[in-house]
């Protein structure tokens, strides 16, 4: 198992990987969005020194907002144009694996069509990472893609596709956690995992580890189930770095004695 957190995308990227290096982690989960982090903004060769001068690995990160269901043909052409931009600049960097958010966002018009276009752009987005050597997965997001069966509607008709599975999205808008469904069905194609902790509801509070309500040693349990030892990112998201490092520590102890 192996831990990193994200960069704030409104920090230099280079502060932030030796930043998260004397934090002890492990790698940097580089999101690369603005207003500071963009794929035009950053150097990925600056990204790569900083990275080998601290022994960091690095998790590939993009922006939770792009429109790739977009009802706009154009928009959502140019949204997957920032995604191809993004592979580019993590090959560049070195990173393996990159992530993608869902997108649920067109007004009157049904799920299916909101399906169909995500895979739409997925496979477009499948072709232009497996040219560079990035592999793509994609992360539940609560209520629209929280589920098995939701997820399995991206999944099943891309199986190239992998999972970013977030242990804190599982207990949001949900009667009850999607976690122990989602790792049943889909545990093998896991490639990465956030891990933050909440109060339920539908609040994503990315709070540090024992702050909230989750149930994080079973969730760890089920994770470890499944045969999964890779990277971890523990979204903690507060001013206070010392709760990052404290949840890297739990983190640590909750894995050995899962």
């Known amino acids: ?126 072709q232009a990472a497996e040219g560079a050597g990035v592999k793509v997965m994609v992360e539940n997001l609560p209520r629209n893609f929280n589920t098995a069966a939701q997820l399995g509607e991206l999944l099943d008709p891309l199986p190239q596709l992998g999972l970013h599975l977030d242990l804190g999205h599982t207990e949001l808008s949900v009667q009850t956690s999607s976690a122990d469904e989602i790792l049943a069905r889909f545990g093998p194609r896991i490639m990465h995992v956030h891990l933050h902790d909440n109060k339920g509801g539908d609040a994503d509070l990315h709070l540090p580890l024992g702050a909230g309500v989750i149930d994080i040693p079973k969730r760890l349990a089920s994770l470890k189930k499944t045969g999964y030892d890779g990277t971890i990112t523990l979204e903690v998201f507060t001013p206070d770095p010392g709760y990052l490092k404290y949840s890297a520590a739990r983190l640590r102890e909750m894995w050995a004695e899962a």
């Open 1 to 126: 198992m192996i831990i990193g957190a994200m960069n704030h995308p409104g920090r230099n990227t280079v502060e932030e990987i030796h930043h998260f290096a004397r934090l002890g982690l492990d790698f940097i989960d580089l999101t690369l969005e603005p207003p500071e982090a963009g794929w035009w903004q950053c150097d990925p060769q600056a990204i790569k020194r900083a990275l080998a001068e601290t022994g960091m690995g690095i998790v590939g990160h993009t922006a939770y907002y792009l429109p790739i269901a977009h009802p706009f043909e154009d928009v959502r052409r140019g949204a997957v144009e920032a995604f191809r931009r993004s592979i580019a600049a993590f090959a560049e960097i070195g990173a393996k694996v990159m992530n993608i958010h869902p997108d649920a966002h067109a007004p009157m018009h049904d799920r299916a069509f909101v399906i169909a276009q995500n895979l739409r752009s997925l496979g477009e987005i499948l």
